[in-house]
């Protein structure tokens, strides 16, 4: 890949484009880096519509990097409840406290102090240090990846290294020194609004003089890549338990939704026996089951198809990591999307027996 002599035009057409253009969001107003490192951390891996309430909310309950680094964890995952990949709260909780603690409430300066905090990886590191600092660095996602591919004609697999290092390298040529990450947003906006994944509006782009792709009459056909497996589908028999008014919930230890409460689950049998297996390792003494829903979630390599049962036992013993929770303690808790079938049903149980027995 040749760094184009068009790179400084594109870059002056696309800021003017982005000035009348821009999209409008909570968090595109002031540049400080607390708040855009949030507002990075949460766009990551969710729609950029999506954000704007979150952020707004979660920014309301710890205005500053001391007020979140202050917070239980239980906390910090409940205000990112529904935004998904909590893993990223925790990061964010964990890099609060290093910036609060260690350094005094300051945020690393530039990309590579950036990348020293938990869950800051290139892109976000990149987008911050452009944004907050106005460090000339592309923030290369999928998004920008489409974007300069298309633009330059790119035609080999963008998920190799040696072609994300040669758009990285075509992305830095159209960092302007002035508006760096007026430049990362311009971009963004416009593989978010006209150079969208599979038909690119190339009518209404302000570019496509300029664009290999649009030239070549197939831009659609770009970026070239290479299909990736099928995430893998998983049977999940979810159980909940419950006993006067109450419904078993467990805090998760494993790496996928650690640290969230979870009804006890069966990953790879979503038959209704599933639910005794499960009761005879909690040491508890479990009614039939009855069938409440099905539900389905995708995570990013693998898909939970769900079948959600009840059963009601006698007596509420303690369980290692687990409560049991009525409706109130249910609707509190930190529960991930993946459960939102399995606490309505069981919200819905609890709401009409809560008020018999305590
Ligand atoms: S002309 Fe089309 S393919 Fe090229 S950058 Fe614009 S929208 Fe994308």
Request: proline content about 9%.
């Amino acid at each position: 890949m040749e760094t184009p002599h068009l790179a400084p035009f594109i870059t002056r057409k696309l800021l003017l484009w982005y000035d009348a253009q821009a999209r409008v969001f909570p968090f595109r107003g002031p540049k400080d880096p607390y708040r855009v490192w949030l507002s990075e951390i949460m766009l990551q891996q969710t729609r950029t519509e999506t954000v704007g309430p979150y952020y707004e909310r979660f920014l309301a309950r710890f205005p500053d990097v001391f007020a979140l680094a202050e917070a239980p964890e239980e906390q910090v995952l409940k205000a990112w409840e529904g935004l998904g990949y909590y893993a990223r709260a925790r990061n964010l909780h964990r890099a609060a406290r290093m910036v609060a603690g260690e350094r005094g409430g300051v945020f690393p300066g530039d990309v590579e102090g950036l990348l020293g905090l938990p869950g800051v990886g290139p892109y976000a590191a990149a987008a911050i240090a452009s944004i907050a600092y106005g460090e000339p660095v592309p923030a290369l996602d999928g998004n920008l990846a489409r974007v300069i591919s298309r633009l330059f004609g790119v035609q080999e697999d963008i998920d190799r290294p040696e072609t994300r290092r040669g758009l990285y390298a075509l992305g830095l040529a159209l960092m302007p020194g002035d508006r760096p990450g007026d430049m990362n947003q311009a971009l963004m906006d416009l593989g978010a609004t006209v150079c969208l994944p599979g038909s690119p509006d190339c009518v209404r782009c302000p570019l496509k003089e300029e664009c290999v792709g649009f030239q070549s009459g197939n831009p659609g056909a770009l970026p070239v890549r290479k299909p990736k497996p099928a995430p893998r589908e998983v049977s999940v028999g979810v159980t909940v338990f419950t006993c006067a008014g109450r419904a078993l919930l467990l805090k998760r230890d494993k790496a996928l939704l650690k640290g969230l409460y979870v009804f006890p689950l069966a990953e790879g049998d979503d038959s209704p026996e599933s639910g005794r297996d499960l009761a005879r390792s909690l040491g508890l003494a479990a009614g039939a089951p009855t069938f409440l829903a099905e539900a389905r979630h995708a995570f990013t390599h693998r898909v939970w198809n769900m079948r959600v049962y009840r059963r009601e036992t006698d007596t509420a013993p303690g369980v290692p990591g687990g409560v049991w929770a009525d409706a109130a303690m249910l609707a509190a808790l930190p529960l991930p999307r993946a459960m939102d079938a399995a606490k309505r049903e069981a919200l819905a149980l609890l709401r009409q027996t809560g008020t018999i027995r305590v």
